[in-house]
């Protein structure tokens, strides 16, 4: 479903008023609803926290160890996350280089640890001690000296003009790693970001060791902040809100943003906007495991517990011209809508899809050319494979945070989880 200004590039709307209380928020791409946020409660939203952390359990067949930061569940701490990163880019690191984990850790060791993933389900939060802050331009790395470029920034000489920016503006001791935001902006804004982070990370030092034991020390800032700082980009043609006040705040945190216009910044009162922009039919609609295609054409979504199985059918869609343009089209609309719909489920891990059966090698090779394409746009990770023996299209895509299915619905009681019912 798109909306009534499905011309605009990419929008967000921001609404404030609703029953939860929370601020919430939508991010389309060309009208269509990519991806749904929150104002998370603390114990929904922890990654970027940073807690003084009591060592409970070391496991040795694990290589890892639990430990207490404060929250209901220990966190989980991997060998690797556990010493000070290398940051080689061609290097994978490996535990066997970083040693065994009962060598680096013992029972009631105390450490300075920074949330990197969110509980899901049954596990508790992952950590690492590797510390970072994270600014609009640059990820500020204060325990390590380095200076590294976003890989996603693709071009030679601006990839050498950022780290050249990097290795000028920031501290001796401390790493910076440049952000894709970061592409085509003045070395004066980025500098004056690397400069906020180490005053932000200066004035956190004082604090740490009055800190009680398990603790937090620094958390990650509110949901206005974060679409600041990682989603509002020169391609938002358009922000809706349903405040005055909210708008006020919007401009404010633009204004020092030279390339970004915060006249864009609309105040809509008069209407529940995620009732006017379809936000709510959408998100149930990923409910359902089948997702129609515009041609006529469908999806099966199915989540397991080790991965995500993603079917693909021709359905209504009978082709005009030959069997093999029919499979073509239907598996193209397929991959650009899989891609839209791992981000707005917020579905991650390992993930196989079948589309339907192709003799072309070049068409094959169209297919996951139009899926890498609509997952590059995609801010979290992900990955595609390529094509197994059977025919099947393998992908990863980093798991971040809860899928919309968690946040918006709970296992229900009497089929022992295998279905859910809604919480709204």
Not at 312 to 334: F, I, M
Request: glycine share 8%; proline share 3%; charged share 25%.
């Amino acid at each position: 479903m798109k909306h009534e200004n499905a011309g605009c590039l990419k929008e967000i709307v921001i609404q404030s008023q609703n029953q939860s209380h929370k601020l919430r928020a939508a991010v389309f791409e060309q009208g269509e609803l990519m991806e749904v946020f929150e104002e998370e409660d603390g114990s929904s939203h922890l990654v970027g926290n940073i807690y003084r952390g009591r060592v409970e359990n070391v496991l040795p067949g694990m290589q890892a160890a639990f430990v207490d930061i404060g929250l209901d569940k220990n966190a989980f701490l991997y060998v690797d996350d556990a010493v000070p990163s290398r940051f080689e880019e061609d290097e994978k690191a490996d535990s066997a280089a970083h040693g065994r984990i009962e060598h680096i850790l013992k029972p009631r060791q105390e450490l300075l640890v920074q949330v990197v993933k969110d509980p899901v389900g049954t596990k508790g939060a992952r950590i690492s001690v590797n510390l970072t802050l994270p600014g609009r331009y640059v990820v500020l790395l204060p325990q390590v000296s380095y200076s590294g470029v976003s890989r996603k920034i693709l071009d030679n000489n601006e990839r050498a003009r950022l780290r050249d920016l990097a290795d000028r503006a920031k501290p001796e001791g401390m790493g910076v790693i440049i952000r894709t935001l970061a592409e085509g902006v003045d070395g004066d804004e980025i500098a004056e970001d690397i400069t906020q982070l180490v005053e932000n990370w200066r004035a956190l030092q004082p604090r740490i060791p009055h800190v009680s034991v398990p603790g937090i020390v620094h958390k990650d800032v509110d949901l206005i902040s974060r679409l600041v700082r990682d989603w509002i980009d020169q391609d938002v043609e358009k922000i809706t809100v349903d405040q005055d006040e909210l708008a006020i705040i919007l401009r404010k945190a633009l204004q020092n943003i030279e390339h970004l216009v915060a006249k864009h910044i609309h105040v809509v009162t008069s209407e529940d906007l995620f009732v006017r922009y379809g936000v709510g039919e959408e998100i149930r609609k990923t409910m359902r495991p089948k997702v129609w295609l515009k041609s006529g054409g469908y999806l099966v979504i199915q989540q397991t517990e080790a991965l995500i199985v993603i079917d693909v059918n021709t359905g209504k869609y009978v082709g005009q011209r030959s069997l093999e343009q029919t499979v073509l089209h239907t598996n193209l609309e397929a991959a650009g809508e899989i891609a839209r719909q791992l981000r707005l489920r917020n579905l991650g891990g390992i993930i196989i899809i079948d589309f339907i059966d192709m003799t072309s090698k070049e068409d094959q090779q169209q297919v996951i050319k139009v899926l890498e394409t609509a997952c590059a746009r995609d801010k979290t990770k992900s990955q595609v494979l390529g094509l197994t023996q059977l025919g099947l299209v393998e992908m990863t895509r980093k798991k971040v945070g809860q899928t919309l299915a968690v946040r918006y619905t709970s296992p229900c009681l009497t089929c022992d989880g295998s279905g859910r019912v809604w919480n709204g």
